[in-house]
């Protein structure tokens, strides 16, 4: 297997790979999952053999980055292409300057961000249908 991750202007693959996963998977409602905000992120892409398979977002906030709309493709979930993409995620937030990230994860997801150190904070909260908490973590 070949795994390259690397930021990305090809939003347009980044948002078919979080069609799949959100608007066809989750049943997320494309208003919402289209959002308006790429245009303001650094987006990050993974490819597997030459086959994109999963992409996230970071916007900046001054010091702090949020990182979003992290998508694996289903049949690569569970390999560490999540985790690779956290990390490429934590490089773009530095170049941006940031010293701390956040996301919100969907709760079922905690436990895998919590391995990679984040650490949850406040009530859950509804995104989408979706019970989500928010995660931070200091760069």
């Not at 997320?28 to 990050?44: I, L, M, N, R």
């Not at 994109?52 to 690569?76: M, Y």
């Not at 937030?93 to 436990?111: D, K, P």
Request: hydrophobic fraction near 40%.
């Amino acid at each position: 297997m070949t795994l390259i991750i690397q930021e990305t202007d090809d939003i347009a693959t980044c948002q078919a790979i979080r069609r799949v996963v959100f608007i066809d998977g989750q049943n997320v409602p494309e208003h919402e999952e289209v959002d308006g905000k790429d245009p303001d992120a650094s987006h990050v892409l993974a490819w597997v053999n030459g086959s994109a398979i999963g992409t996230a977002r970071v916007l900046p906030f001054g010091t702090t980055s949020k990182i979003g709309r992290v998508a694996v493709l289903e049949e690569h979930r569970g390999t560490g292409i999540g985790a690779a993409i956290i990390e490429a995620c934590h490089a773009a937030a530095r170049r941006q300057g940031a010293t701390r990230v956040i996301l919100g994860s969907q709760t079922h997801a905690i436990g895998f961000y919590e391995q990679l150190g984040y650490r949850a904070y406040g009530d859950v909260f509804d995104d989408a249908g979706i019970p989500h908490r928010m995660m931070e973590l200091p760069l």
